[in-house]
């Protein structure tokens, strides 16, 4: 075919496309909510049976409309990262849809993330289908905004009253290479001119002579430049500066220089202006915060996370690549030489972890390196993170830490690179009682299947209900992750989530302490009477894990310190309504009774229910999330289940009789006055027993001393004392034997 003949075709095609839609009303209008908020989730895909994609906006939203494919039953396959459609009797995960144009359709879809989905911050196309069915959308530019096609990698700061935005490599339309010198955008602050950030963040871009998102930090020479923290300091004349790092990069471990530069606000760009040593290991990058030590304030940062790496924060320590110190086992003014490794350890053999100016840091790597090689022990390294669930070890890639206010402690979010999979795809959530930990226990709260979501960080600029409600980003991309098929739009792009403190799935494991009083008798407290006390040089330990008092899960059991003859002893017999616990821990596995109290997921053949059963002597009451259906009575005689269940829909009564084992029923349902009979299964949805398999929760063993003193320990043996012949109950065992405590650390707020 010559080129005349395919111009007109492709003329032919056009013309031809645009009679066929030029209206909203000729759309069909499919949107995705999530089924818990009701709101829009974006990075939804629906697929027709010859492999057609469609992906929601950030709405929620898709305008179909495909000739051929109207007015007809269209079966779309629905899925998304984190989230799950129902399956029906042939697993199949979709629904069979009329597209009728000007017609519309709801579908909910289950969030399995314990994080929302709430947005697409960068990239073209935000509200695409939104805008061709001609429905309102919240931001100013929601469809090509400084011609920006992808970006990778955010960082941002509040400087002069606006949020100031960085990102990596930038992607544009014109061409397949973009901006590789830093991008940059600002946005009003929220309650100032700015946008709700559950809504959206309306950027302002920074753009060249054509209108596309200009180069930031333009260093001369060969190789991308990218920054990597911001602050704001004031400069050897007073006045307050925008400050970063930058690197010229070479490839991902190499670099052609690297240094600090300082944003000039008439040109509105970065320009170096202090050059650091590229072999150094003391150079500031990711998120920061700023904290009070002992009166001096200081400058965080955190990259590998947890990364401890801080300087003051001023211009002649900030601009001093000698001023930085280092939280590290390493002896002092020491490098990480792997020929001759020089750890910094007591007369007694305990590892020193302290503020060291002069000293390497260490990162993950070098610990595995340091392990392997026997220089360090399992319960010596700082990367000790552990899934709350299962107790596997995570490997943690990049993320940010601050001081949260709802919780009162420092909160961690960042990526894995390890388990089932070796992408960047899997986000978690932590707490940590100073900026240095312990950092223990974390919960996944953001899943990606096959696809990376990488250098998340938090944005407490947005913290909302004092701390309640915090959002954080990441790149989404299908880089590292084997994927050959980059989703359309969102591929390397920032995506926006909020996660609730308060969700129940949130509630973690936290330090309890063994104190050493004037009298030498052991304590044991958590971090809130530590600090009203004021006894953190007091702590001897970390013996074990629990919840907090307020933080309960479903099938915990509180656990109390009661004084019995002068002696602290602890107990999980209630001493009195007004007394709090001390903490919560789970009911020892030998003591445990097996009941169907609590929610269950459910199976009568291909039909799933979730019920909430109650369990009042032999009677059981409960509720299902099915408008039609009701549980009319029950009752339990040792491990025989019996539910009668009503559908008022259809006017018919059901008699479910079944086995119920630990966490399992397994039974038969079949209907009252008819022929409707099958198969019934439950799984129930019991924290407690969903932790029972994991190694990390174990015995808490009473001890007692020849005087009388009670000491506890998951230990099982300790000479010279008599055991308790039953646990107190179970408890989650301390990985670590350090303490890594940066106490003296306050957080400082963030001025908005």
Not at 186 to 215: C, H, Q, R
Not at 617 to 636: A, D, F
Request: aromatic share 12%; with cysteine.
């Amino acid at each position: 075919m010559n080129r005349i003949a395919q111009k007109l075709l492709y003329l032919c095609l056009l013309f031809s496309t645009a009679a066929f839609s030029q209206h909203p009303g000729d759309y069909f209008k499919i949107r995705v909510v999530d089924d818990q908020t009701g709101r829009g989730v974006p990075l939804v895909e629906l697929k027709t049976t010859n492999h057609l994609s469609y992906y929601t906006d950030n709405n929620g939203i898709i305008a179909f409309f495909e000739p051929g494919l109207m007015n007809q039953e269209i079966y779309f396959h629905i899925k998304s990262h984190g989230y799950e459609y129902p399956a029906d009797g042939f697993g199949y995960r979709g629904k069979s849809l009329k597209t009728v144009p000007g017609d519309s359709v709801v579908l909910k879809i289950k969030r399995i993330n314990i994080a929302e989905r709430l947005y697409r911050i960068t990239g073209s196309g935000l509200y695409s289908n939104s805008l061709l069915l001609g429905l309102p959308v919240p931001l100013k530019q929601p469809v090509l905004n400084g011609r920006v096609f992808g970006q990778d990698t955010f960082i941002e700061t509040l400087y002069k009253g606006k949020i100031y935005w960085f990102w990596g490599d930038t992607d544009k339309p014109s061409y397949p290479l973009g901006n590789f010198a830093t991008s940059g955008a600002t946005s009003e602050l929220p309650g100032s001119g700015g946008l709700n950030p559950a809504t959206g963040i309306d950027l302002n871009y920074f753009v060249d002579e054509s209108g596309f998102s200009k180069k930031m930090c333009p260093v001369k020479g060969p190789g991308p430049v990218w920054i990597h923290f911001l602050t704001t300091i004031k400069d050897s004349t007073g006045t307050q500066r925008l400050l970063s790092s930058y690197t010229r990069i070479k490839n991902l471990g190499e670099a052609y220089e690297r240094g600090l530069a300082l944003f000039d606000d008439s040109a509105e760009i970065f320009k170096p202006f202090v050059q650091f040593t590229l072999n150094s290991p003391f150079f500031p990058e990711g998120h920061s915060y700023k904290t009070n030590f002992k009166g001096v304030e200081y400058l965080n940062f955190n990259f590998g996370t947890p990364y401890s790496l801080r300087v003051k924060a001023d211009w002649d320590h900030i601009t001093n690549q000698s001023s930085y110190e280092a939280f590290t086992c390493l002896a002092e003014g020491s490098r990480y030489d792997t020929a001759n490794i020089k750890l910094d350890r007591t007369p007694q053999g305990t590892l020193n972890y302290l503020w060291k100016t002069n000293t390497e840091p260490l990162n993950l790597e070098k610990e595995k390196f340091l392990l392997k090689k026997g220089k360090l022990k399992p319960d010596e390294t700082s990367f000790n993170l552990h899934d709350f669930l299962s107790g596997e070890f995570i490997e943690s890639h990049s993320g940010s830490v601050f001081w949260n206010a709802y919780r009162q402690k420092w909160v961690m979010v960042f990526g894995q690179v390890n388990g089932s999979s070796s992408y960047l795809g899997e986000i978690w959530y932590a707490e940590g009682d100073t900026p240095t930990g312990p950092w223990v226990y974390a919960r996944k709260i953001v899943s990606h299947d096959k696809y990376t979501f990488y250098n998340v960080g938090q944005h407490p600029l947005f913290d909302q209900e004092d701390g309640r409600l915090i959002y954080f980003e990441g790149t989404y991309t299908e880089s590292f992750s084997g994927n050959p098929v980059p989703t359309p739009r969102y591929n390397y792009n920032q995506i926006m989530y909020r996660l609730n403190l308060n969700d129940p799935r949130l509630f973690l494991p936290t330090p309890v302490y063994r104190v050493k009083d004037m009298k030498s008798a052991s304590r044991y407290l958590l971090r809130e009477e530590i600090e009203s006390l004021n006894c953190w040089k007091q702590i001897q330990e970390v013996p074990f894990f629990g919840l907090s008092p307020e933080r309960d899960i479903d099938g915990s059991i509180p656990v109390f310190a009661v004084k019995e003859k002068g002696k602290v002893r602890l107990t999980i017999k209630t001493p009195g309504k007004t007394v709090k616990p001390l903490f919560w821990g789970l009911p020892d596995t030998e003591s445990t009774t097996i009941t169907p109290n609590g929610q269950w997921e459910c199976m009568a053949d291909i039909f799933s229910l979730n019920m909430e059963l109650r369990v009042v002597g032999s009677t059981i009451s409960g509720t299902i999330n099915n408008e039609s259906l009701v549980v009319k009575r029950g009752t339990i005689r040792k491990d025989s289940v019996e539910l009668h269940i009503d559908d008022t829909k259809e006017h018919k009564s059901y008699v479910v009789k079944a086995m119920l084992t630990s966490g399992n029923l397994r039974g038969e349902y079949r209907e009252i006055n008819g022929e409707d009979k099958g198969v019934f299964t439950g799984k129930q949805v019991n924290t407690a027993r969903q932790l029972m398999n994991s190694p990390m929760l174990v015995p808490l063993y009473e001890f007692e001393d020849p005087l009388g003193a009670y000491s506890y320990s998951v230990k099982s043996e300790q000479e010279g004392y008599k055991r308790a012949e039953r646990p107190v109950c179970l408890v989650w065992k301390n990985p670590s034997s350090l303490l890594t405590l940066d106490f003296e650390a306050r957080h400082l707020p963030i001025s908005k």
